[in-house]
């Protein structure tokens, strides 16, 4: 039965029995978020070694995409189910980081592509900010993880993707989250 409960007997009795669910969770949600962490320690310190600045453009781009994964409400902003694909998105990271110094341009142009469509996302929700518009928050959080899922795909395509991504389907989303909101 998925209804609420209306007093304080029937939340008791609904505690009870979930009891056990709600252990096990929180067991999964501790080994996930310090597998996470440990993964993004590992990224911070070999991100770390991109010196070069040649590699500069690759340094700033993770270290804004982890401030983007990792950020003070990111468990309540992300949600579980998008916080489970985070080593995922930390072994993307390390995959790329291994084939540095040698990224090359095709690294370079893809960071472009990404952070075109970062902007483009963040613009989108300053305007739907402004504009209070709540009902494009599913569409926008839908676009904000096909982005994170592009990285994959790009930068350490191996690893599979969660959803179909590409550019094409990047531009459609935009287009209809732009044409909801006029």
Do not use: C
């Not at 962490?37 to 340094?59: I, N």
């Not at 990404?114 to 009902?135: C, H, L, M, N």
């Amino acid at each position: 039965d998925e209804s609420l409960p209306i007093d304080r007997a029937e939340f008791e009795a609904l505690l009870a029995s979930s009891k056990s669910k709600i252990l096990t969770v929180a067991d999964k949600l501790e080994k996930l978020l310090r597998s996470t962490f440990k993964l993004r320690r590992e990224v911070l310190s070999e991100a770390g070694k991109l010196a070069s600045p040649t590699l500069l453009y690759a340094r700033q781009d993770i270290q804004a995409q982890l401030d983007g994964l990792i950020h003070e409400s990111f468990l309540s902003q992300s949600g579980l189910l998008w916080v489970a694909e985070y080593p995922r998105y930390f072994e993307a990271i390390k995959i790329r980081l291994d084939k540095a110094p040698h990224l090359g341009e095709k690294d370079q142009l893809n960071t472009e592509m990404v952070a075109k469509y970062r902007k483009r996302y963040e613009s989108i929700v300053e305007k739907s900010a402004e504009q209070s518009a709540e009902f494009l928050a599913e569409e926008l959080n839908h676009l904000r993880w096909m982005i994170e899922e592009l990285r994959v795909s790009l930068f350490a395509q191996s690893l599979g993707t969660r959803m179909p991504v590409s550019s094409r389907r990047i531009e459609k989303q935009i287009e209809e989250i732009l044409s909801a909101s006029t």
